[in-house]
């Protein structure tokens, strides 16, 4: 994940200047966050804790080449198509019949109204390409639903409106479903209907400008066969214990893939491959099951009152770090950013999810750091990648030094509150290494507090 900084310069608007604030007649920053595949605004306050740089070009990344280059060139060519007062929630790439052309799912919100926004479906003829046209609106109403389509993609119905999508992979499809659903729950509570409301959306309408070929595939409708669910094929008992093993397999697999590069259909090949059968009629399960798994690794893990269990997206997330009293984060990662050293006191293990790294080395002064945490009051995020292997082998070392726990009590209480939880072969042999560390020293600490043992006859002679 990067952090990107955009200056963005007032356009035309269709808005009359006394309707806008002042802050969006003006020159606006907006910092978003970049992952593989999608890009997430942060919000103006959680932004107060970003160290920023000002940067005097129109786009700049805030870690050099560390962000994508095409994607800092496509969303600088989508926010060029909105109005002033309008902003981008989040940005996600969807899959595309074609092999050249290029889409993304963008959810807009606007300054004149919290409680409104929509979704522009923009077409890209290539992904070099630095021009892009708006192939899709569709507003969201107190009515909008939001359906997992059991096809590696998701359905939202507006007014009456079906429009499909399939995001590149599972992280951007959580990220966006997430984002969607929270749209939606705004659109209820502000009572946005059809004829009062969103009127800002028909700048956009007169605006769609892609060609046939992008239009039909927005407004493409899946199959029967993607919906029909052959309830003969298999007893209810099978269907159960098929169920089981796919839920057991998926979260194998979702431990060791990049969920940034593998989209729901890959999940589903690699379920049949593991298994042995066709998943057509498994779709839905399969979806709803990923969608569960995503949710446990996107919550941190609370695994002591003072000490959390994480992944880079509870590291990015300031709202959430301030509800769980986190003042220390513990970066167990060579690729991920410390995204709010104003804000918070950072320690970083700058290694790789790989049997080869030492870990063990550092898990002396990571057990300082969390005990200075736990000291001052406030919590720590351990946090890597994924939150399984690097930050979970830590977590557990900790455990076991503060409790005074063995290697599966620490693992075991760990995996009740975090069930994704793996380390990786070369971690767990340095756990048992310092399992035997520990136990040495707690046996050192017996002898050294031990009084002198004394002799039967001086015993017998006080008597």
């Not at 963008?106 to 021009?131: A, H, R």
């Not at 520990?438 to 009084?451: K, Y």
């Amino acid at each position: 994940m990067a952090l990107l900084t955009l200056h963005r310069t007032p356009s035309i608007s269709t808005t009359p200047d006394e309707l806008i604030p002042r802050r969006g007649r003006l020159q606006k920053r907006e910092s978003f966050a970049l992952v593989k595949g999608a890009v997430l605004l942060v919000e103006e306050g959680e932004r107060e804790g970003l160290h920023e740089e000002t940067v005097p070009s129109l786009l700049g990344p805030r870690q050099g080449g560390r962000a994508s280059d095409t994607q800092r060139r496509h969303l600088h060519a989508m926010i060029s198509l909105l109005r002033p007062e309008d902003t981008v929630k989040l940005a996600v790439r969807l899959e595309s019949v074609s092999p050249v052309r290029v889409r993304y799912l963008l959810i807009v919100g606007t300054l004149n109204n919290k409680q409104e926004s929509l979704l522009l479906g923009m077409d890209f003829p290539g992904s070099n390409s630095d021009e892009c046209t708006i192939g899709l609106v569709l507003p969201i109403w107190s009515d909008t639903q939001v359906y997992l389509d059991g096809d590696g993609g998701f359905s939202v119905t507006s007014a009456e409106v079906t429009r499909i999508f399939k995001p590149v992979s599972i992280q951007t499809m959580w990220s966006v479903l997430q984002a969607l659903h929270g749209c939606c729950e705004r659109a209820v509570r502000g009572a946005v209907i059809p004829g009062c409301g969103l009127e800002w959306a028909q700048h956009y309408r007169e605006n769609v400008e892609s060609d046939q070929h992008c239009l039909n595939e927005w407004a493409a409708m899946t199959g029967l066969e993607s919906v029909r669910r052959d309830t003969g094929a298999r007893s209810s008992l099978n269907r159960e214990s098929v169920e089981k093993e796919i839920k057991a397999q998926l979260r194998d697999i979702m431990r060791t893939e990049d969920l940034e590069n593998i989209t729901s259909k890959q999940v589903r090949t690699a379920l049949e491959s593991r298994i042995g059968i066709d998943m057509k009629d498994y779709k839905e399960y399969i979806d709803n099951e990923m969608m569960v798994t995503m949710a446990q690794m996107d919550n941190p893990s609370r695994i002591l009152d003072y000490l959390y269990l994480g992944s880079e997206w509870n590291a990015a997330n300031f709202e959430e770090l301030q509800k769980n009293n986190v003042g220390y984060i513990l970066n167990v990662t060579k690729e991920i950013d410390n995204f709010f050293p104003e804000s918070f006191t950072y320690m970083n293990i700058r290694v790789y999810d790989v049997e080869a790294t030492d870990l063990l080395s550092y898990w002396k002064n990571t057990y300082m750091f969390i005990s200075e945490a736990r000291k001052s009051g406030q919590a720590t995020l351990v946090h890597c990648k994924m939150g399984v292997s690097r930050s979970a082998s830590t977590v557990i070392a900790y455990l076991m030094k503060q409790q005074g726990w063995t290697l599966d009590q620490a693992l075991n209480h760990v995996r009740e509150r975090r069930s994704i939880v793996q380390p990786n072969e070369g971690f767990l042999k340095q756990l048992h290494t310092y399992s035997g560390i520990l136990n040495c020293a707690l046996e050192e600490e017996v002898q050294t507090r031990s009084p002198p043992a004394i002799c039967p006859q001086r015993s017998s002679h006080r008597e």
